[in-house]
T-cell receptor, first 112, second 114 residues
Framework: DAKTTQPTSMDCAEGRAANLPCNHSTISGNEYVYWYRQIHSQGPQYIIHGLKNNETNEMASLIITEDRKSSTLILPHATLRDTAVYYCIVRLRTNTGNQFYFGTGTSLTVIP | EAGVTQFPSHSVIEKGQTVTLRCDPISGHDNLYWYRRVMGKEIKFLLHFVKESKQDESGMPNNRFLAERTGGTYSTLKVQPAELEDSGVYFC????????????FGSGTRLTVV
């Protein structure tokens, strides 16, 4: 019952843009897309989130397709410290609060 | 400020034993969440506390799992009796308000049931 699907792994050259895709074809109209990343032995860390518009912050950009069935996380200039597992997440808002539905994650390796 | 602290970081127990995991949220964070990743699967929601109250426990897998947050500070997650399929990494997160971009996750407790 996975709500998101991601490639298992990707490589990116240092200094180049890393583009991480995510499919969420069953997303509902009020469900947000979140991206977190997990660097080895640490907990997941927030990167960015969005509903339907593209978003940008100091860490990354999030491009969401018009039909909202997929999105791409862009790290504009990848560094070695960006090597991590990146999780694409759908946030379900219920009457009692928020629940995250994590994908299996993409292991990004930034290569010198 | 100190982050979310979880301990132990690792625990190895035998099937049938009891294990208690602890999470200390960031001071002042009323919202506390438990998630877990069992081997080969996605990270999944277990439950959500607001202060000492269970706001949502729909993700708790069965009655072998008991979560508490006495006094609205730290939380414990007890597994009794532990089964092999309970092996995985248990994450705790906290936030001041129930806004997911404000979640701070701990480093997790890796539980191995043998």
């Amino acid at each position: 019952d996975a709500k998101t699907t991601q490639p298992t792994s990707m490589d990116c050259a240092e200094g180049r843009a890393a583009n991480l895709p995510c499919n969420h074809s069953t997303i509902s109209g009020n469900e947000y897309v979140y991206w977190y990343r997990q660097i080895h032995s640490q907990g997941p860390q927030y990167i960015i989130h969005g509903l339907k518009n593209n978003e940008t912050n100091e860490m990354a950009s999030l491009i969401i397709t018009e039909d909202r069935k997929s999105s791409t996380l862009i790290l504009p200039h990848a560094t070695l410290r960006d090597t991590a597992v990146y999780y694409c997440i759908v946030r379900l808002r219920t009457n009692t609060g928020n629940q995250f539905y994590f994908g299996t994650g993409t292991s990004l390796t930034v290569i010198p | 400020e100190a982050g979310v602290t979880q301990f132990p970081s690792h625990s190895v127990i035998e099937k049938g034993q009891t294990v208690t995991l602890r999470c200390d949220p960031i001071s002042g964070h009323d919202n506390l969440y438990w998630y877990r990743r069992v081997m080969g699967k996605e990270i999944k929601f277990l439950l959500h506390f607001v202060k000492e109250s269970k706001q949502d426990e729909s993700g708790m897998p069965n009655n072998r799992f008991l979560a508490e947050r006495t006094g609205g500070t730290y939380s414990t997650l007890k597994v009794q009796p532990a089964e092999l399929e309970d092996s995985g990494v248990y994450f705790c997160a906290s936030s001041r308000w129930d806004r997911p971009y404000g979640y701070t996750f701990g480093s997790g407790t890796r539980l191995t049931v043998v």
